[in-house]
Every structure is written in C-alpha cells, then in structure tokens.
C-alpha cells in the first residue's frame, strides 16, 4: 500500500503511479535488506519501515510547498 500510496503524492495519472510505485517497491525493497544486514534487523520490518519514512517524507514535502 505504501508505494502506491506514495506514488499518489506525486503523480496523478495511473500509469504514472503504477511506474513511479513499482520503482519505489524495489528501491525500497534494496534499502530495506541493506538495512536489515547492517542493523541486524528483520527484513519485513526493515522495509516497511524504510516505506513508512518514504511516505512521510513525500507527504511532508508536499504539505510544506502547499501542492495540492
């Protein structure tokens, strides 16, 4: 749901988001086990996490510029 969610921020056509979303679920996905390797951490947990701060990242961005 995160990616998709995430990608909603930023683009407003579906190909747009289904393209943008799928980068962001690898991409995420690559933070996420590096994470977990280097912190010892699950991984499950580590991608979701890394998901979640996306997430807030886009939302506060957009927010702070006001787009809308």
């Given at each position: 749901v995160f990616p998709a969610v995430t990608a909603m921020l930023l683009f407003h056509g579906f190909r747009k988001v289904v393209?943008?979303?799928?980068?962001?679920?690898?991409?995420?996905?690559?933070?996420?086990?590096?994470?977990?390797?280097?912190?010892?951490?699950?991984?499950?947990a580590s991608v979701v996490a890394i998901h979640l701060v996306l997430f807030i990242l886009f939302y506060l961005i957009r927010k702070l510029l006001k787009i809308s």
């Open positions: 393209i943008v979303a799928a980068i962001l679920s690898v991409l995420c996905f690559l933070v996420g086990i590096m994470v977990s390797f280097l912190f010892d951490l699950p991984v499950g």
